[in-house]
């Protein structure tokens, strides 16, 4: 069993994180796979899984080259509602006009990963767009 905890009442889908770093960063089911020594669907049935022993969770973040607490802490509908709260056009401008320094730690890093997968996303709509048009 895993050796951390998560925040009470709210559980983190630590397979769903997995699936989530592994396509922000470009790398196929099948590749992890191969690393992993585990067949294609295992990883598919491992990225099902709410929670993931952390010898193996330790073996994919140094595969996926990020923090295990990234896998065991990200939270997308809670990244989503801090970057919804936090940001709006006003806080950059009062942040420049008063020389505001930005201080940065492992949620600015998580809130970077989850910009660059949703433009990813963006990018493969944009994709997909083009090749229906030209059909």
Same mark, same amino acid.
Request: hydrophobic share 40%; with cysteine.
């Given at each position: 069993?895993?050796?951390?905890?998560?925040?009470?009442?709210?559980?983190?889908?630590?397979?769903?994180?997995?699936?989530?770093?592994?396509?922000?960063?470009?790398? $196929?089911?099948?590749?992890? %796979? =191969?690393?992993? +020594?585990?067949?294609?669907?295992?990883?598919? #049935?491992?990225?099902?899984? /709410?929670?993931?022993?952390?010898?193996?969770?330790?073996?994919?973040?140094?595969?996926?080259?990020?923090?295990?607490?990234?896998?065991?802490?990200?939270?997308?509908?809670?990244?989503?509602?801090?970057?919804?709260?936090?940001?709006?056009? $006003?806080?950059?401008?009062? %942040? =420049?006009?008063? +020389?505001?320094?930005?201080?940065?730690?492992? #949620?600015?890093?998580?809130? /970077?990963?989850?910009?660059?997968?949703?433009?990813?996303?963006?990018?493969?709509?944009?994709?997909?767009?083009?090749?229906?048009?030209?059909?």
């Amino acid at each position: 069993m895993t050796t951390h905890t998560a925040m009470p009442n709210h559980k983190v889908h630590e397979g769903r994180n997995i699936k989530r770093f592994r396509e922000m960063l470009g790398i $196929k089911q099948d590749a992890l %796979a =191969f690393d992993l +020594n585990m067949s294609q669907q295992a990883v598919s #049935l491992l990225e099902q899984k /709410e929670t993931i022993d952390t010898p193996l969770l330790q073996k994919i973040s140094t595969l996926l080259k990020i923090p295990v607490e990234a896998i065991q802490n990200f939270d997308e509908e809670q990244a989503v509602n801090i970057i919804a709260n936090t940001f709006n056009e $006003k806080s950059f401008e009062n %942040a =420049f006009a008063n +020389n505001c320094t930005f201080n940065f730690n492992p #949620l600015d890093k998580m809130v /970077e990963l989850y910009e660059r997968m949703l433009q990813q996303q963006r990018e493969m709509i944009d994709e997909l767009k083009k090749l229906v048009e030209r059909k």
